[in-house]
């Protein structure tokens, strides 16, 4: 079955405490994005990456960083999360193209205290 | 100022009703538009492309108005299933997108 995956799905930590959140797709897509999504503001853009070893920084990247050692993962790594990083995180993947038609994962729900 | 804006409704009608939501859009080089249907916190899955010709699938059509740079969705014979946030989105430069915060239609029996 074609699909994104992310894990965790849920995740409380403390202020400070560096932890990743994996993406995962089997599509063979080349593009993968992370996205957070705070109510009254949409979904907004972290980091995408077009290819293997190829990222950029979109909309809010600060206080995250990125990796794309694999074409299938693209984990998004919170250093030192803080309070304001409380969100719903999706990922998203697809091929680079005209339709550019993303699929998403299921999101996780990062709570930092 | 926002890169797209949508009213955020929320929208209710009842069964059978035809509803249209609108989406405007800032940077007048946007390269391709799409509506995304998100479900209660669900991720965001792809309804429609939005092509420049406009298209139809089914009961929902998109437009786009790239002089005034918005795009529409319309909705006929609304079901019941048809509840959910409809979500506007915009790719710039190939590879960033830009989501407006979505309309929520909720379709009353």
């Known amino acids: 079955e074609a699909q994104v995956t992310q894990n965790p799905r849920y995740l409380i930590t403390v202020t400070g405490k560096k932890l990743t959140v994996t993406c995962s797709q089997n599509m063979n897509h080349e593009y993968m994005s992370w996205y957070r999504q705070d109510p009254g503001l949409g979904l907004r853009q972290i980091y995408y990456?077009?290819?293997?070893?190829?990222?950029d920084k979109g909309d809010v990247p600060e206080g995250y960083k990125v990796s794309r050692k694999e074409k299938r993962n693209f984990p998004l790594i919170l250093e030192s999360p803080s309070p304001n990083q409380t969100s719903l995180y999706f990922c998203?993947?697809?091929?680079?193209?005209?339709?550019?038609?993303?699929?998403f994962g299921p999101g996780t729900r990062l709570t930092v205290t | 100022r926002k890169e797209v804006e949508q009213d955020p409704g929320p929208f209710n009608v009842p069964e059978g009703a035809t509803v249209a939501f609108n989406c405007t859009y800032s940077?007048?080089?946007?390269?391709?538009f799409f509506w995304y249907r998100q479900d209660c916190r669900k991720e965001p899955k792809l309804l429609m492309s939005v092509y420049s010709s406009g298209n139809e699938d089914g009961r929902f059509t998109a437009q786009l108005n790239r002089a005034s740079q918005y795009i529409s969705l319309l909705i006929r014979d609304s079901k019941l299933s048809d509840s959910a946030t409809y979500l506007c989105v915009v790719n710039e430069s190939g590879n960033q997108f830009y989501f407006g915060t979505g309309t929520s239609l909720t379709v009353i029996p």
């Open positions: 990456s077009m290819n293997v070893e190829v990222t």
């Open positions: 998203a993947s697809s091929l680079i193209g005209q339709s550019y038609e993303q699929y």
């Open positions: 940077n007048s080089a946007s390269q391709s």
